[in-house]
């Protein structure tokens, strides 16, 4: 076996732990600057892309900016307005009574139909007269045996009043004769009152109506045997004039005692639940002697005449009592006003003549009343002006809009106009028949103060 030098064995080993670098070593290279050109390329793709959606974006953004904006506009008014507290009210009657009879018998028959109205003295229930027809009857006959008794006592006082002077009789046999006379005469001043009493008996068997009013829904049926003062017979409320009670605050409460200590005439207004219909126009009549401790509210008292029945007992209305009158009042339908970071404001239009448009602007506006569908401003606006009143919320700076009229403002504006007249026309009324006590009152806006049109 030939024998291998130790040297040689040595420089093969290195040989195979240490290969020649293959020739494939540059491709490692070329692959990362193929993946970096692809990853700039979709970088750059979706830049483009980007790019491309925000352009079309601002297209189309700017497209609709110069698109007009429907809206509805409505002018400011200056018209006079009433400023006015607002309560909620109970209608009460202005009287009320629960029919009793003050006798006990039969209920005979009814003269009635629920839900009518009465008058004061109209016979409406009757009680079964036999019982007190023979109670008098019987009087009658104890008067004239009293009387026929009287009548002999009469006599013998004569008589014995002859003998006496004659001197056949002593003084005490006539005084006996005078004392039987006397107490005779009293029996029959009994007797008169025993007759009054039961034709007074009999005259309350026929129940009549104490006051003036609306008959409520029969309690009784004929045939039942009622009781004297106890028996519930029938309700009547008086309805014309009626009442409602209603409560204010106690710090609202100074301003209208000072009015009513003045004299002045303040008028209550009623509307319905929802606080939109007014349903009657009355006066404040008076307040209470003092204030609920528990609530801190003064009840009140107005009165309507209520003539066409439209308030009705122990029904909740909304009360609105005027204090003061606006003569000049800026009017604007309450759908315009708008809140924001700068306050409260309005959107205005005006008329671009450079580009035959009409556009909107933001005017700040300082609100004074706020009551339902109507608002008064302070400042910020001047009669006439077209404020937006529906479509605001696609609206900013410089928006071109189209300008329709609305119908529900316009009628909103005639029942406003309508109303405010007829307030203004009371509330004059009122200021010419008063001592001129309130008219030193400001208008400024106290807490719970409203305004309707």
């Not at 029938?234 to 000072?258: G, H, R």
């Not at 029904?315 to 604007?332: C, D, G, S, T, W």
């Not at 309450?334 to 009409?358: E, K, L, M, R, Y």
Request: proline share 5%.
């Amino acid at each position: 076996m030939e024998s291998v030098p130790v040297s040689q064995s040595t420089e093969s080993l290195s040989e195979g732990l240490n290969p020649e670098p293959s020739k494939s070593g540059w491709v490692r290279p070329v692959v990362y600057v193929v993946l970096l050109a692809l990853v700039v390329a979709g970088v750059w793709r979706v830049y483009k892309n980007r790019k491309l959606a925000a352009q079309q974006t601002a297209s189309q953004a700017n497209a609709l900016l110069n698109m007009p904006v429907p809206v509805q506009a409505a002018a400011v008014e200056e018209k006079p307005m009433p400023v006015y507290l607002t309560a909620l009210g109970t209608v009460t009657p202005y009287y009320s009574v629960t029919v009793k009879a003050r006798v006990s018998g039969q209920l005979d028959h009814v003269n009635f139909t629920e839900g009518q109205l009465v008058k004061e003295g109209q016979t409406i229930l009757v009680v079964d007269p036999s019982p007190y027809k023979a109670a008098l009857d019987q009087a009658k006959g104890t008067l004239a045996h009293d009387v026929a008794l009287l009548k002999d006592a009469q006599a013998e006082y004569a008589r014995y009043k002859a003998l006496y002077e004659a001197g056949v009789v002593s003084k005490e046999q006539l005084d006996l004769e005078l004392s039987t006379q006397g107490q005779y005469e009293g029996a029959i001043q009994s007797d008169k009152a025993a007759i009054e009493t039961a034709q007074l008996q009999l005259d309350w068997c026929t129940v009549q109506s104490p006051i003036s009013g609306k008959i409520g829904l029969r309690l009784v049926d004929p045939g039942n045997i009622i009781t004297a003062n106890t028996t519930n017979l029938v309700i009547i409320n008086q309805l014309e004039p009626i009442a409602v009670y209603f409560t204010l605050p106690e710090n609202q409460l100074p301003q209208v005692l000072s009015m009513l200590r003045g004299q002045r005439q303040l008028v209550a207004e009623a509307f319905d639940r929802g606080d939109t219909t007014r349903l009657a126009t009355g006066e404040l009549l008076t307040a209470d002697n003092q204030i609920d401790t528990t609530t801190g509210t003064d009840k009140l008292k107005a009165v309507f005449s209520n003539v066409d029945q439209q308030l009705f007992p122990n029904q909740f209305v909304n009360i609105h009592l005027i204090m003061e009158q606006r003569p000049r009042a800026l009017v604007v339908p309450s759908a315009a006003i708008q809140t924001g970071n700068q306050g409260t404001f309005v959107w205005t239009v005006h008329h671009d003549p450079s580009t035959d448009t009409d556009k909107v602007s933001m005017t700040t506006v300082k609100v004074a009343l706020t009551e339902g569908q109507v608002t008064i401003v302070d400042s910020g606006v001047s009669p006439g002006d077209q404020v937006i009143i529906d479509g605001a919320d696609r609206l900013h700076a410089n928006s071109i809009v189209e300008v329709s009229a609305s119908s529900a403002a316009m009628a909103v504006s005639a029942s406003a106009g309508a109303s405010t007249s007829a307030l203004a026309q009371g509330l004059n009324q009122s200021a010419a028949s008063s001592h001129g006590a309130g008219r030193g009152h400001g208008q400024g806006s106290g807490e719970g103060k409203r305004t309707r049109p």
